[in-house]
């Protein structure tokens, strides 16, 4: 049976929500799940906005036949040919023959890698700021390089001054039959999970989306369609403050995470101690991670919310914990930058993870290490106290500034 919402008169959404896939990309663990978003116009022409993952095409033809009532498919606008949202293009290829495919010239490309279809005979090239008309609405292009693949672009619907954003704007979590991001309480129920899509998906390629973002403020735009996720058409300019701040880095809140990797518990520990000398300083925005029990997206994710990052280790066969290991090369390859930093070591015979730490965050873009180094051989012993409370005193005093 189709699933469908409908957004304007001539507007409808006909994606699919996927709530059994466990890792995203098989990388990112996604408990609400994620949705597949696909949009149907029907103005003189029929156009459909990208297509689905293989895991919902069922779905998706099934509303697309419910939607188009008896009428051809003209077109499918191509904005992303990455398979979460192109894998059904070929079905739809089959199924509509005499579509014919918008996209730009390095989308044919891809096209031609992932699928055997003849597309150069049904391609309708398009490059930035052509238009293309389908009746009532006309659409131009907005190259988005590297706003996740290369191939990107995003479509502009001049009539109703809609974005189809592509990846931008997207979020982990199906949709629970509420369309609109204004239905939900986004920021209490969904904000986590567009920020770890964000910083994990399209973290890395910030200048993008900042070249992006430039192009997109020229327009007037009343709603965005992304390919993930609720729709906006109300306080967009908040969501587009969020995109603004992680895209240059800044930290979104004056906040300290305190991540630490331990085998038999006595760098939990001073993690735990630190983290209460904090509070008895009065600082409130707090959060503590055991980097073996959380996943490392997670990490990303809060890394690039907190202004302020404590790595505690102990060391591993001459080197950082391997969790810990994991997190630090995640936030380099998210290319994490501008935040401040301060590290706990622990060693029971040669501790070296203080160094090597301090070594992986130096490779990451104007990071301020603070001071002290807690160094702690094996456990914490009367008397190190002090070194907690300096390193306390250190971080409340950056955070003050
Ligand atoms: C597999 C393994 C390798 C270790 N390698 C080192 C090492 O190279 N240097 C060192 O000083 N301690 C090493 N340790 C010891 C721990 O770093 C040390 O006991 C530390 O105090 C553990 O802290 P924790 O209580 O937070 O787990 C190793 C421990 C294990 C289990």
Redesign the pocket.
Known sequence: MYCVKKIKDDLFWVGGTDRRLALFENAYPIPRGVSYNAYVLKDEKTVLFDTVDWAVSSQLFENLEAVLGGRALDYVIVNHMEPDHCATLEEVVRRYPEVKVVCNAKTVDIIKQFFDFDIDSRAVIVKENDTFCTGKHTYTFVMAPMVHWPEVMVTYDTTDKILFSADAFGTFGAMNGNLFADEVNFERDWLDDARRYYTNIVGKYGASVQTLLKKAAGLDIQMICPLHGPVWRENIGWYVDKYLTWSSYAPEEKAVMIA???????????ANILACRLADRGIRNIAVYDVSSTHPSVMVAEAFRCSHLVF????????I?TSMERVLSDLKAHALQNRTVAVIE????????ARQMKDMIAGMKNMEILEPTVS????LKAGQEADIEALADAIAASLAL
């Open positions: 630490y990797g331990s085998i038999y518990g006595n760098t939990e520990n001073a505690a280790s102990a060391t591993y066969n001459g080197g914990f622990n060693g029971s015979w040669g501790m070296v993870a702690i051989k094996s456990s």
